[in-house]
């Protein structure tokens, strides 16, 4: 075991392990699955299971029963509206505030989000959809984050796990979609860099409403 892994305790293991299953779609919602292949799987004991599945449930991200298993939690009605809703509202006002910036700050806002660009493409282009919903949420938390407010910033953090989880799930039906999607990040850093805000909120809104179609 390296001196990296080895710093991290076993419940932060566990914890770390089953959420990136979940986020990423491997671990759907409805699943069920139980402390002991969860410990079996990782080769631990059920003690750090448990901790990590506590702190999970406090999330609302699986449902404990106990001696019957561990309920993956589904996917609540209306959930996808609202965090699009919220994403377009919080991003619509940190894209007019970086589009407002003297054009060398301006550059300098956006250049993180060309980088984030083109690892999205190198996940597209090798089937990884895993890391490109990661991406996906990343490059719209960054733009979040570039328009300098702190309380949306905070605000954006708690909607990117909702946000990585119902893409991961719409590529699982329509894995040709990403490439799609990448793309119209591309848009949206175009009209950023040329200070464009009504258009990056148009190109968002129709991007958003192709997530919605994806998940319907």
Known sequence: MSSASSAVSAPDRVY?????RILSGDLSGGEMTSEGEV????????????????????????????????????????????????????????????????????????????????????????GDLEEYTRLDADFHLAVITAGGNQILASFAHSLREHQQRLVAGGLRRDAQRAAGFAAGHRALLAHLEAGDADGYVRTLEAHLESAREVLA
């Open 16 to 20: 770390q392990h089953l959420k990136s």
């Open 39 to 126: 410990a079996a799987e990782l080769g631990v004991s059920r003690t750090p299971v448990r901790e990590a599945l506590m702190r999970l449930q406090a999330e609302s991200l699986v449902r404990v029963y106990p001696k019957r298993g561990v309920l993956i939690s589904p996917i609540a009605p209306g959930e996808a509206d609202d965090v699009f809703d919220a994403r377009l509202l919080v991003e619509t006002h940190a894209a007019r505030h970086v589009a407002a910036l003297p054009p060398g700050r301006r550059a300098a806002a956006v250049a993180p989000l060309r980088e984030l660009l083109d690892a999205q493409d190198a996940a597209v282009a090798q």
